[in-house]
């Protein structure tokens, strides 16, 4: 991206001039309203993510059935993909805001995953338990590893910033400025479509559970409404954002295809999830009417 060649202090070669608090911020060249409009939406999608996971540790300590109500393969599944959509952030130089989203995604993901084996053990003490902290230790090994293999990448030499005038972007552009993968971003796009896959299957145990259960007992929805928002508006914060001078639209749908999949694709399956909860409302309640007072 543009943003990665021009290097600290250079705010002046951006192409088309920039806005001040986005280059400060993220170090991104902000060339006109598409590119802020990129940087607005994909503000309000890390809100969106932070606020999303809180109802659900509210639901969690109301009614100490978290690991009852969500699948444990959905909450492996999530962690899996999150960890791999960080790394390959990282390998494929992929936008600021995606990194940072995917750094929060991978804390807020452990966090979820502590609630739900406290809750289990609590209950059912199993021997279980070493070997799953070694797994999770492995994860957030896995994850503070990823820095490391990107600054153990090849180091290019620094390239001044090409000169051509910036034209924004063009629906359907037929130019062909085909911007090559490297080795490392082959690794990172590969890493990523493996997020994506992971994203997509994380869903369809927690699809099973409640149907099982026929019930939504125990789970926010708030927790789905808030991530499908989070992913519409992540998507279209990679959409709207302008491709490097010279690169292609093509070229750079292509370079960001398995995090636009990992956050658009999973929109059909949470809103199957979200058709039960409406399905199964009245089970919800069913089971809350014996704790009510007579």
């Known amino acids: 991206m543009v943003w990665k060649n021009l290097g600290a202090g250079n705010f002046s070669s951006c192409p088309n001039g920039s806005r001040q608090w986005i280059w400060d911020v993220f170090g991104e060249c902000a060339q006109d309203a598409w590119d802020e409009a990129s940087v607005g939406l ?100 896995t994850v503070c590893t990823a820095p490391i293999l990107r600054s153990a990448g090849p180091v290019a030499a620094p390239v001044a910033a090409p000169r051509e005038v910036f034209r924004g972007r063009m629906l359907l552009s037929v130019d062909p400025g085909n911007k090559p993968f490297t080795q490392q971003e082959i690794i990172g796009f590969v890493i990523g479509s493996v997020s994506s896959v992971l ?44 491709p490097e001078v010279g690169q292609s639209e093509g ?29 199964y409302r009245h089970s919800a309640a069913s089971e809350l009417e014996p704790l009510l007072p007579s």
Not at 108 to 136: C, E, G, H, Q, W
Not at 210 to 229: D, E, H
């Open 199 to 242: 994203y997509l299957l994380s869903r369809l145990p927690q699809i099973r559970t409640n149907f099982l259960r026929k019930s939504t007992q125990g789970i926010s929805y708030s927790l789905f409404a808030l991530v499908m928002l989070g992913n519409t508006l992540y998507g279209l914060s990679v959409l709207l954002k302008n």
């Open 251 to 279: 070229s750079y749908l292509l370079h960001h295809l398995p995090w636009l999949v990992g956050s658009l694709g999973v929109l059909l399956l949470d809103t199957i999830i979200s058709v039960q909860f409406l399905v």
């Open 42 to 141: 994909g503000l309000i999608s890390i809100f969106c993510f932070a606020a999303s996971t809180f109802p659900q540790f509210i639901k969690a300590y109301k009614t100490g059935n978290m690991d009852q109500a969500l699948s444990l393969w959905f909450l492996l599944g999530w962690i899996g993909g999150d960890s791999c959509n960080l790394i390959g952030s990282f390998l494929a130089d992929q936008l600021p805001l995606q990194t940072y989203t995917a750094v929060y995604y991978v804390l807020a993901d452990l966090l979820m995953l502590t609630l739900y084996f406290y809750y289990k053990f609590k209950k059912r003490p199993s021997l279980l338990s070493a070997p799953i902290n070694s797994v999770l230790l492995l994860i957030m090994g």
